[in-house]
């Protein structure tokens, strides 16, 4: 009934678990949550004059994905054998916050505020409700990114992720919580393996890294 999809909510993650939503057939849970997306900001704790949603972020985060893989494809690729499927790390930068419209963004600063035990339970939930959501699509592949397989597809995809809120924040006037969120940023992008396969990756690290040292 199409009805019941366009009169449903659409302002708050809370909403994905009302019965009305429950009560949808899988693909009108799917087409919702990406409506949900628009809805869901990024960052919300954070002092920022333009609030960026999930769907802007999901975006972004795949043509930097892709980025990212035709940088290590052209240059490094054959000579390290690697083996990049651009189709996986496709589909995993689309969904890669897929259980967000349901738990809503924290940013990782509070992530790790919050402990391994709150966030470990925050995410399972987040990530249950996400696999049965996604279900629609191509199920196996889809849900290996919440199950922990940390393929090198995955790794570009998160180097992407983090790049992505690097660029959001330096983008915007410096407080001490985003230069938090930047430090974080970098030493996590630094951290995966597949970070210096990406000549691209470590000059948009570099230069960024060191104008918030200047500035902050």
């Given at each position: 009934d199409h009805r019941d999809l366009h009169s449903f909510p659409t302002r708050r993650s809370s909403d994905l678990f009302?019965?009305?939503f429950e009560n949808m057939d899988r693909d009108h849970q799917f087409l919702h949550t990406l409506r949900m997306m628009s809805h869901v900001e990024r960052l919300p704790l954070h002092p920022i004059h333009h609030r960026q949603n999930l769907a802007e972020h999901s975006y972004n985060v795949t043509m930097m994905s892709w980025w990212i893989w035709a940088d290590i494809n052209q240059h490094v690729a054959k000579k390290e054998m690697l083996n990049l499927d651009l189709g996986a790390v496709l589909k995993y930068a689309l969904v890669h916050d897929g259980d967000e419209p349901i738990t809503t963004?924290?940013?990782?600063?509070?992530?790790?505020?919050?402990?391994?035990?709150?966030?470990?339970e925050f995410e399972r939930i987040g990530q249950e409700a996400a696999r049965k959501i996604y279900s629609v699509l191509d199920s196996a592949q889809?849900?290996?990114?919440?199950?922990?397989?940390?393929?090198?597809?995955?790794?570009?995809v998160k180097l992407a992720d983090y790049a992505e809120l690097l660029l959001y924040c330096v983008h915007h006037p410096q407080t001490y919580e985003l230069n938090d969120v930047i430090q974080e940023c970098v030493k996590l992008i630094q951290s995966y393996p597949y970070y210096k396969y990406s000549s691209r990756l470590q000059t948009l690290v570099g230069a960024h890294h060191t104008e918030t040292i200047i500035n902050g």
């Open positions: 009302d019965s009305k963004d924290l940013p990782y600063p509070m992530k790790r505020k919050l402990g391994s035990e709150f966030m470990a889809v849900n290996s990114f919440w199950e922990g397989i940390k393929s090198a597809e995955y790794q570009i």
